[in-house]
């Protein structure tokens, strides 16, 4: 018997960025997953599961860490009119073909930017072939989880938008380890506190 939760009523994810957020109904699942990946974890087990095949338009039904839907990240990166994620509409939703899994809703930091460029991955430069405007402090960005994790451990990762990131992030770090970098933590509490109090309902019932 498959049980799921009554939707809540959706809030904006407030960002600081030039952006038109789209009022989307935010769903409710009953398991959420905040187990890490393993070191050794294949790719390719990742890239099988739940993608969001045909999603390149929209976020469509795609899930965040906390379990409901999949909020917008950002739509008009910088005031250039680009909008982020790996399909550039605005949202951290991934795929098939999205191999770095850029599903981390971040808010970059100058310090961020530079840690990023000291291990190889400049984020400052715009690269128009990409649609990649370049990034500066203050924008908001779909980064790769493992970029997010490689700087997690080195001290200099970003703020986040726990509501904005997608749900594959957990493949490679655990929600209570993103939770103390969510910009959105009193929302994200509030959800998961009203998750757990359905369950306990819905187990009494049961």
């Not at 795929?95 to 981390?104: A, E, F, K, M, Q």
Request: hydrophobic share 30%; proline share 5%; aromatic share 8%.
């Amino acid at each position: 018997m498959s049980l799921r939760l009554f939707p809540r009523r959706n809030h904006a994810l407030v960002l600081s960025c030039v952006s038109s957020l789209a009022s989307n109904q935010r769903g409710q699942r009953w398991a959420l997953s905040s187990s890490p990946r393993k070191p050794g974890d294949s790719d390719e087990q990742d890239e099988n599961e739940n993608d969001d095949e045909g999603l390149s338009r929209g976020a469509g039904q795609s899930i965040n860490v906390l379990g409901t839907h999949l909020q917008p990240c950002c739509t008009n990166v910088g005031g250039s009119g680009i909008g982020t994620g790996f399909y550039r509409n605005g949202y951290c939703s991934t795929g098939p073909d999205d191999l770095g899994r850029h599903t981390v809703c971040v808010k970059v930091t100058e310090d961020f930017l530079q840690f990023s460029q000291s291990v190889g991955n400049d984020l400052s430069t715009p690269a128009p072939q990409w649609s990649f405007p370049g990034l500066k402090e203050g924008d908001i960005w779909c980064l790769c989880a493992q970029r997010w994790v490689q700087a997690y451990q080195a001290k200099k990762a970003p703020r986040l938008f726990l509501q904005g990131t997608h749900e594959k992030t957990l493949n490679y770090i655990s929600l209570e380890q993103l939770l103390p970098y969510a910009l959105d933590q009193d929302e994200a509490q509030e959800v998961l506190q009203k998750l757990n109090q359905q369950r306990a309902k819905l187990e009494k019932l049961l």
